[in-house]
């Protein structure tokens, strides 16, 4: 149960990471060509780092059948942080590729999930 929550903690890193990527991207900062750095960009990379370490951790417990669940749902995460945080309005396109992502997350998982 332990490294499920880690591997939760993981996907939540990862979807803050981006948006805090996103927004530092907007944001002044150092420009050193490839890349702008500010406050946002330094918290984001290193949450998108953290997020690699505990599930790379969480990979060498958790099967991969729970880990095909619980990975994808980053997806679905980023655009919801970026709602509230980023205040971003929501295309239909943004909404029905998110209804997709979570409708092929359970299709691909149907094989391996015990409902009763």
Do not use: C, H
């Amino acid at each position: 149960m332990f490294f499920y929550l880690i591997l939760f903690l993981a996907v939540i890193l990862a979807a803050a990471g981006q948006v805090m990527l996103k927004f530092g991207a907007g944001v002044g900062g150092l420009d050193l060509g490839i890349i702008r750095l500010n406050v946002w960009v330094i918290l984001g990379l290193g949450a998108m780092v953290m997020s690699m370490l505990l599930s790379v951790r969480g990979l060498s417990v958790v099967p991969m059948r729970d880990m095909a669940f619980i990975l994808p749902t980053v997806y679905v995460l980023v655009p919801v942080f970026s709602r509230i945080f980023l205040k971003e309005r929501l295309n239909g396109r943004t909404v029905f590729g998110t209804v997709i992502m979570i409708a092929g997350i359970f299709i691909f998982n149907m094989p391996t999930m015990q409902l009763f």
